[in-house]
């Protein structure tokens, strides 16, 4: 069944609620409703894709052809049910999404459920009347503010009631003073323009564009919605073509079609549903070859501090702020756009248009750094080469030396266009070959090969998260990564079938563990959990064995980069991965800010901010994450020793968090200052 068949026939369905871009159907109602050929379709791509979980309602997508397996596990036992589990299946690309909202305080949930079902229904006069209850009290008035369940809440105490055990409304006798003031809360005019902020520096998303080299000056750029134009200044001083538009700041900015569009932090201050997702679409329409959509992330714990306002929240400022989890934004953009996302960092997603360009940025965060003395350092001379070169060797060393890293760094020959000085190598020794062969005798061949086997795990990790993300076209790869493949495999073929199988290792946790064991022994840094998790600074992770990086490379897929992470936990058996991060790396006795639990089971991710929900946490192992030769090492361990000196008697497993360590400090009657610990008068 084509795009235009599964159209009609959802057009002609007579039964399901029916909103502007979709059609939901409960199970009940599945055989007898749909056209055989559409239900047909249906239990052949669950089958095909071995869907088990459960679920009891379908959605229909109008504009896309796509379906959603949702489950309400208390259809017919609670009034208005709560979403636990919902499945997006893309019936082109014939892949699937999980979404989890079963630990969530705000999941969607459900309103006149006599339009999913038949008349026959055995519960079909209940259904009724549970909608008419709500409709006597004014509950469906405005539909967009009640999908979901803290709205939905604050709405009906707004009416004066609440809801008993079975979620059947309730009259409460005396209305409170609070709720009788909340009900002015919706017809408030929400002040838009206040969400705009100043920046003395570039915003989180022109800086991962900044890190990836796309503002080097080859892309136009279209700031769309601009706010206050500290980015759009930035990027003009440094001689960019940059255009911007704001609907409050800059409304008569120009809104060019652009290379790279930026639609920063403006999807979560919109609060009208349909006008969010037209922002969304009008940006996406006006991009060449990357969008870039950053949003504000927050967990259940934060919003309970806010008031909720249709399906976002009202701040002190009486603007509307949308938060999102990491995998509600990137699923929201997927289905909005039916297009797939590429995570850049916490609220930070990237949409390609240019296929090309998608793979040389996955291709290159497989490598250390583009310094092309990643892996070596100054190149030793092994022994003299014969007379009648020399001179010319050493004539022309440093463009020789230079050329030798451009070779360390491929793993191969470079080709014309991948060294700058290609010309002079040619001009002086004939071409890359010959120049190559000279260099035989000069420097270590053995280096090379080593270079040539980091740049064959570099890309077996690289392909196998391409078959994890499900990128597999062949005609989407840069002519770069082309020769890579002639130089290092048999074919394109013979790389995706290897990494196919670092893939499936992925699955086995006592591989995960070897790995973990092997690494801890190489680097001797870091800290081992006997058959639990290894622990390791996130600056080794592309040294790391080829397993360890696709398995965090898989979690992080989710996250984004990791810039900013300090600390990467690879847990061996519970298929998770946690990332660290601290205030300052560099002090004694840094601080945990923020720790990133990434399930690879269900792809979901739980943030944990320290400081505010938790006491910070120093790191008192800091030691084990230092390289043993070091001068810090040494540092390390003398403060190490002070620090246990005022601890003395405590297991260091039962170190305090740092609000009681300064406690302690105060004690002794000293405070810490950079490394050293000064005396209070």
């Not at 036992?77 to 893309?90: G, N, V």
């Not at 969400?195 to 998303?205: G, H, M, Q, V």
């Not at 930070?348 to 296929?355: E, L, P, Y």
């Not at 320290?610 to 008192?620: H, S």
Request: charged share 25%.
């Amino acid at each position: 069944m084509n795009f235009p068949e599964y159209k009609a026939q959802i057009k002609s369905l007579s039964v399901g609620k029916k909103l502007p871009t979709a059609i939901y159907l409960h199970q009940s109602a599945f055989n007898e409703a749909l056209p055989d050929s559409l239900a047909q379709l249906i239990n052949r791509v669950i089958l095909k894709l071995s869907i088990n979980t459960p679920w009891n309602l379908i959605k229909f997508y109008k504009r896309d052809f796509k379906i959603t397996l949702l489950h309400y596990p208390d259809f017919e036992k609670y009034a208005y049910p709560e979403l636990k589990h919902s499945t997006t299946i893309d019936l082109i690309e014939m892949r699937y999404k999980n979404t989890d909202y079963s630990a969530s305080n705000n999941p969607p949930i459900l309103h006149r459920k006599e339009t999913l079902v038949l008349n026959s229904h055995p519960l079909v006069a209940q259904f009724k009347a549970i909608t008419l209850e709500g409709e006597k009290i004014g509950l469906y008035q405005n539909t967009k503010t009640i999908g979901f369940k803290q709205a939905w809440l604050t709405l009906i105490k707004q009416k004066g009631h609440s809801l008993d055990e079975f979620g059947r409304l309730i009259e409460n006798k005396k209305p409170t003073i609070q709720a009788l003031t909340e009900n002015l809360a919706p017809t408030t005019k929400i002040q838009r323009h206040l969400t705009a902020i100043n920046r003395d520096r570039l915003s989180a998303p022109f800086q991962r564009l900044a890190k990836h080299g796309y503002l080097n000056g080859d892309y136009s750029i279209l700031d769309y919605g601009c706010g206050l134009q500290d980015d759009l200044r930035e990027l003009e001083a440094h001689g960019l073509d940059v255009n911007g538009w704001d609907p409050v700041h800059l409304p008569d900015g120009n809104k060019p079609a652009s290379d790279i569009v930026n639609l920063g932090f403006v999807l979560n201050v919109i609060e009208d549903q349909t006008e969010r997702e037209e922002a969304l679409r009008e940006a996406f329409k006006l991009t060449n070859k990357l969008l870039v959509v950053s949003v504000m992330l927050t967990n259940d714990a934060r919003l309970e501090h806010f008031k909720p306002f249709k399906d976002g929240v009202i701040t002190k400022w009486n603007t509307f702020q949308k938060y999102y989890s990491q995998s509600q934004i990137k699923e929201y953009i997927e289905d909005t756009l039916n297009h797939s996302c590429v995570t850049l960092g916490q609220g930070i997603i990237a949409i390609f248009k240019d296929k090309q360009l998608e793979e040389h940025h996955h291709l290159e965060k497989q490598y250390n750094s583009l310094d092309w003395q990643h892996i070596t350092v100054r190149p030793k001379v092994s022994a003299k080469p014969q007379q009648t070169t020399y001179s010319l060797l050493e004539k022309y060393y440093t463009l020789l030396e230079t050329f030798w890293q451009h070779c360390l760094h491929y793993g191969r020959i470079p080709s014309n266009d991948e060294f700058e000085m290609s010309a002079q190598i040619r001009k002086h020794f004939g071409s890359h070959n010959k120049a190559f062969h000279l260099l035989t005798d000069l420097f270590n061949l053995e280096e090379f090969e080593r270079a040539k086997q980091k740049r064959k795990q570099d890309l077996l990790v690289y392909f196998a998260l391409s078959l994890f993300g499900k990128r597999q076209a062949k005609s989407h790869l840069p002519p770069r990564l082309m020769r890579d493949i002639k130089n290092q495999f048999n074919s394109f073929n013979d790389a995706q079938e290897q990494a196919q199988s670092l893939l499936f290792s992925v699955s086995q946790p006592i591989l995960i563990g070897q790995a973990c064991y092997h690494a801890f022994e190489q680097f001797n840094i870091g800290t081992l959990n006997d058959n639990h998790s290894y622990v390791f600074p996130a600056s080794l992770l592309n040294n790391m064995p080829s397993i360890i990086r696709l398995y965090v490379g898989c979690a992080t897929q989710l996250y984004g980069d990791l810039d900013e992470i300090d600390l990467i936990k690879v847990h061996m058996r519970s298929g998770k991965v946690t990332l660290l991060k601290y205030d300052d790396f560099n002090k004694p006795l840094p601080l945990l800010t923020e720790r990133i639990k990434i399930r690879l089971i269900d792809l979901d991710i739980d943030f944990f901010f320290y400081g505010d929900e938790y006491p910070y946490q120093p790191l008192y192992s800091k030691i084990d994450y230092l390289d043993k030769g070091s001068n810090e090492y040494t540092k390390q361990q003398r403060f190490d020793k002070k620090l246990a000196a005022m601890l003395k008697g405590v297991e260091k497993a039962e170190w305090p968090s740092w609000p009681i360590l300064l406690k302690v400090f105060n004690y002794w009657k000293v405070e810490l200052k950079g490394w050293r610990f000064t005396g209070i008068k």
